[in-house]
Antibody, heavy 117, light 110 residues
Framework: EVQLVQSGGGLVQPGGSLRLSCAAS????????MHWVRQAPGKGLVWVSR????????NYADSVKGRFTISRDNAKNTLYLQMNSLRAEDTAVYYC??????????WGQGTLVTVSS | QSALTQPRSVSGSPGQSVTISCTGT?????????VSWYQQHPGKAPKLMIY???KRPSGVPDRFSGSKSGNTASLTISGLQAEDEADYYC??????????FGGGTNLTVL
């Protein structure tokens, strides 16, 4: 069964850091581009970042550039998102997703990140 | 990276067809054939329905189809069924190695 299982969300204070993880199984993780997409409560989807199959090429939305870092460990079939200097507006459900550079499938179950004092 | 424009809501009766539009610019929708569509039921993760404007992943019913004209992409759902009631999002490559989503459309099956 194709699965992406996420972990690492939670409550963090403004200015704090958090690392999200996304463990893949049931497909060839190293053959897929990987993405992070977020959704603020009651709002729409927003693309956050992507990493190429080998992780050497990474891209970011302007809103997180310089604060977030995407990485992957193909030996562990795991994707990461290191989030630093968190702001209230980063509060959202974060989804990891596999796929190609320009589309997303499969998706993880999502993990809630709340930035609040 | 401005969001693509989608109608906030559309509706249709079972068996009917509905079309959801997704309007961007020549820098995103109009400039590339990299539009995808996602279905999201409440509390669930999104699901890929269409990629590369009009390609349908295996397992997605052929009632779902995609197209593009100029800066506007469209998702058409024919033979509406109750389970199609969900939020739908378009997404496009926006150049400079970035992607942009639409604001989402809520589909109600009457």
């Amino acid at each position: 069964e194709v699965q992406l299982v996420q972990s690492g969300g939670g409550l963090v204070q403004p200015g704090g850091s958090l690392r999200l993880s996304c463990a893949a199984s049931g497909f060839t993780f190293s053959g897929y581009w990987m993405h992070w997409v977020r959704q603020a409560p009651g709002k729409g989807l927003v693309w956050v970042s992507r990493a190429s199959t080998d992780g050497r090429s990474t891209n970011y939305a302007d809103s997180v550039k310089g604060r977030f870092t995407i990485s992957r460990d193909n030996a562990k079939n795991t994707l990461y998102l290191q989030m630093n200097s968190l702001r209230a507006e980063d509060t959202a459900v974060y989804y990891c997703a596999g796929g190609y550079p320009t589309w997303f499938d499969p998706w993880g179950q999502g993990t809630l990140v709340t930035v609040s004092s | 990276q401005s969001a693509l424009t989608q109608p906030r809501s559309v509706s249709g009766s079972p068996g009917q067809s509905v079309t959801i539009s997704c309007t961007g610019t020549s820098s995103d929708v109009g400039g590339y054939n990299y539009v995808s569509w996602y279905q999201q039921h409440p509390g669930k993760a999104p699901k890929l329905m269409i990629y590369d404007v009009s390609k349908r992943p295996s397992g997605v019913p052929d009632r779902f189809s995609g197209s593009k004209s100029g800066n506007t992409a469209s998702l058409t759902i024919s033979g509406l069924q109750a389970e199609d009631e969900a939020d739908y999002y378009c997404c496009s490559y926006a150049g400079s190695y970035t992607l942009v989503f639409g604001g989402g459309t809520n589909l109600t099956v009457l």
